[in-house]
């Protein structure tokens, strides 16, 4: 999150020397940057060296599962058909994925004492059921339900819950940052009035004493597809203090102030988060456009350029029909979707809607795994035929 943060103790200046209590051992100074030295970063101050390791071993190959044969069509699959079980990270069930992003959701069943990196992809946590804690090496940060957690690439981390019934996670993954688009800020890099949050809106880490301890602490590493599990000789989050941009955030799904129209607006302004190969929209409870002929369920559109995915989080659909919480549609590119029958009759007149909903507009083609054969509304693509 672009803005500055300092928590616990730093040196006055960057790259001196800083020393513990007994005046002569160091902390270790550690960068953790983006773009090479170019893009956002912070500083950390670690008690021990942040390369230490004991062991490394490749614990397991991702389980892909891949649907080769899917054909192109409208999918609609429900994803609390696929039951999971595990830990905060090993509950994942994967949906859609390419090299950019990968769409998961996870029935978080039990507690673990591991911590977890995922080494290449940036993380959007969306915490649909649940609440509980967020550990890193930044401090700590409390979640509740409809929370967007934001991990950045390389953070180390470990989630525990207040208790482990009924935990719904959606997760996206991103090979690129998760960004606030630019149009929302101004020169300064301030949140601009007229953007659909402020900084106030988003929850930033708070300091967490470093653990000083010494013994085998594991952590799992997600690189690619493969998994690996790092035996570290002392607690990760041994961070005496650290400052600057880069650090997980979370912010609110009802925080979100949606901008109306007198006519149809299009996604871009329910934008949420941009990355490089794809966009995160919000659709929240709003008043319709005022127009007084107006018809508030969108137009048939075909985006040549986008695969879109909707989770479905809260309240009925003002442009689907039969889709449920934890459902997940996707309309994929080069061929046009829009309502189903009857559903832009329905919503002339209307005034207002309290649908909940996230969307995923990605430039490039996902493909769909055999999880979402296992899930899907078999007759979802006929839905449109007039009977
Ligand atoms: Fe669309």
Known sequence: MPFYIKLGNV?????????????????????FSTKGFSG????KYHLYMPPQVENIKEIQKENLVEWKEAPLQYYHFVTERKKSAGNFYSARNEFLRNSHCIISTAQVSEDTDIFYRNSFMHEIIFIHHGSGVFYSEYGQLTFEDWDYIVVPKGTTYQMKFNN????KLFVIESD??????????NEYGQL????PYYERDFKVPKFMEPVDKKGKFSLTLKVNNRIFEYE???HPFDVIGWDGFLYPYSFNLKEYAPK?????LPPPIHLMFITEHFVVCNFVPRLFDFHPDSIPAPYYHSNVDSDEVIYYVHGDFMSRTGVKETSITLHPMGIPHGPQPGKMEASIGKKDTEEYAIMIDSFSHLSVTKNVKDTMVEDYHHSWLEK
């Open 176 to 185: 690129t940052p998760f960004e606030i688009p630019n149009h929302y800020r």
């Open 192 to 195: 601009k009035e007229d953007a």
């Open 164 to 167: 482990y019934n009924n935990i």
């Open 11 to 31: 040196p006055h200046k960057r790259h001196t020397t800083f020393y513990k209590q007994d005046g002569k051992s160091l902390y270790r100074e550690e960068l």
């Open 232 to 234: 570290l000789p002392h």
């Open 260 to 264: 109306v129209g007198k006519l149809h």
């Open 40 to 43: 956002i970063y912070s500083i």
